[in-house]
Nanobody
Framework: VQLQASGGGLVQAGGSLRLSCAAS???????TAWFRQAPGKERDFVAA????????YYGDSVKGRFTISRDNAKNTMYLQMNSLKPEDTAVYYC??????????????????WGQGTQVTVSS
C-alpha cells in the first residue's frame, strides 16, 4: 500500500485546513489513521477510522475540533481540522494497517505510512 498525504500549509490560529491521504495498491488494512510529530517530540496519535463501518477514534487534544472521514470509492482519507491552535503545528502522517479497536492508538498497529505533510499554525 502506498499512501500520499497532502493539504498541509500555513494557517492562522482559529483557522481551518483539510488534509487528504490517497491510497493505492493492496495490503492488510482495516484501519487508516493520522499521526503527527512536532519538532523535538514523539509522534502522537491524532485520529483513526475503520475502513469497514467507519467507526472513528480521536486523540483527546483534537476531539471536537478535528473530523476524520473516508471516501472508500476514492481510497482517500481526510482530516478536517477546525479551530486550529499553534500547538497543532506538526508534520502530519497518514497510516494504514490491520489495527484492531483496542490498538488504533499505537503506531506499531500500522504497516504503511505516507511521507508527511507540514501543518503550521501561527499565533
Amino acid at each position: 500500500v502506498q499512501l500520499q498525504a497532502s493539504g498541509g500549509g500555513l494557517v492562522q490560529a482559529g483557522g481551518s485546513l483539510r488534509l487528504s491521504c490517497a491510497a493505492s495498491g493492496s495490503g492488510r488494512t482495516s484501519t487508516t489513521a493520522w499521526f503527527r510529530q512536532a519538532p523535538g517530540k514523539e509522534r502522537d496519535f491524532v485520529a483513526a477510522i475503520k475502513i469497514s463501518g467507519g467507526s472513528t477514534y480521536y486523540g483527546d487534544s483534537v476531539k471536537g475540533r478535528f473530523t476524520i472521514s473516508r471516501d472508500n470509492a476514492k481510497n482517500t482519507m481526510y482530516l478536517q481540522m477546525n479551530s486550529l491552535k499553534p500547538e497543532d503545528t506538526a508534520v502530519y502522517y497518514c497510516a494504514a494497517g490491520p489495527a484492531i479497536t483496542s490498538s488504533v492508538w499505537f503506531q506499531n498497529s500500522y504497516y504503511y505510512w505516507g511521507q508527511g505533510t507540514q501543518v503550521t499554525v501561527s499565533s
